[in-house]
Every structure is written in C-alpha cells, then in structure tokens.
C-alpha cells in the first residue's frame, strides 16, 4: 500500500517532508546527527505508547535503503481534512467560530491531553496549537498530532514550542516546567480558535515574549473571548502562575 519512496531530493540534511497514500500519512526524517536521530528515536517511542481515539494514530516506522543520508519514514494515519485551522477557516469564512464548536473540540483536546498527561510517565506534547491538531469533518472528530516536540515529563528542560503558545515558566531562565505548559497552549488554542489569528498576532518575537514575561494578554483578549464561562476557563487554563493553572478536565463535566 505504499508507495515507492526514494530520498526527497529538495530536503536539506535537517528537514521533514510528508507525503501520504490515500489512507497513510508518511513523514520522511533524514538523519545526519546524534541528536536528530535521538530525536527521531523518541518521537517513535512515543507514538508507540499512545493508544487514543483523540491522538493520531501510528501505523508504523522504518528506514529507508540505498539513501546518501539515513532517512526514517514514520507512517500514521491521515487525517484528510487537514489540521484545525485549515478546517475552521473553510467552514466558517466570515471568521465567526460557533461557541459549541470551539466547545466540542476543546473537550476533544483535553480527553487527548489527558491520555497524555494522566499515566505513569507523563509525556508532555509542547506543541499544541491549531496547526497541530487534525480534523475528520464527516463527524468533526478530532485528534492531537506532530510530536516533533512531545517528551517524556522528567526530559522536559530544553525551552521548545511555538513562541505564542508558550508558557512564561518555558521562556524564563532557571526554570522547570511540566505538562501544565500543554494546559496554558491549550487556553491559547481556545484563543486563536474564536480570534482566527495566533496569540500577539502581528508582534515581533521580542515583543511578545516581553509581553508573556511581564503577564500580559493579547491586546484583543476581551474582544475575541466571548464573556462568561468561556472567558474564565481559558484565563484559568492561561494564568500566568503555573502553580495556579487549572488542571481542565473539570471543562468535561460542564
């Protein structure tokens, strides 16, 4: 069932490129250092472990022959309406979100986190945000993707993510943080799912982590957020101190 793959001529050395079949999503890794085949390594072994409905789903992984440069494909499942922004920007052009549907999906999100965060070795995902999280439109199923960047919890120290997602404990020096940086992304993707755009839209990089270092929102924040329970659980999810973020699974009895 797949297809005949040869070394992605137009990659540099560090690059991923996807390709898929018409059931398959195939990531192709090429591997010219320790530390991205360490990298690779663990993202398999990831993907392994998880067994979710609300993740996608790996299929299987192998190595490529006869390449210059040691080349690993990593075959999931396709999510074929593309990711979460992609979806929301077809279905509601006029970039105004339905409540319930930012609703539905949050609770999808969290029961994925949940799988992640909620086991004997925690793993966190560092990555979330719309562009990471894949659509099925024939029932609006949702499922978390790409963990290029997820890690076990006692390996998190290196500052990764995206920048408008990231904790204040991610971008300080000298400190530790842990799954609770998925649930402040988490509150940032309820964000960009009603505002249509990232969090500190249009700001440079400098700008926007002086912004999250001195605990400030997006200049938007009360205008996109729609007032009430909505509100307050995003500002629970994103509160500046990560001793005082929220875990969000109460969202689900709601």
Partial sequence: ??????????????????????????????????????????????????????????????MLKDTEIKTRVVVTELMIDGNLNAYLNRVFSDGKVKPAVVVAFTKQIILGLSHMHDRPKPIVHRDIKCDNLFISSSDRSLKIGDMGLATPEDHARKKSG???????????????????VDIYALGMVVYEMFARHVPYHGLTHAKVMEMVLDHK??????????EGPIRSFVELCTHFDQNERCAPFFFLID
């Fill in 162 to 180: 995206t920048l408008q997602f990231m904790a204040p404990e991610m971008l300080e020096e000298h400190t530790t943080y842990d799954r609770r």
């Fill in 217 to 226: 929102r997006p200049e938007d924040w009360e205008a996109v957020l729609p």
């Fill in 1 to 62: 069932l797949l297809p005949n793959l040869t070394r992605p001529h137009s990659l540099s050395p560090t690059q991923n490129t996807h390709t898929h079949t018409h059931t398959h999503l195939l990531q192709i890794c090429q591997i010219n250092t320790k530390d991205l085949e360490t990298r690779a390594n663990l993202e398999v072994m990831i993907l392994r472990e998880l067994n979710s409905k609300y993740i996608v789903k790996y299929i299987s992984d192998f």
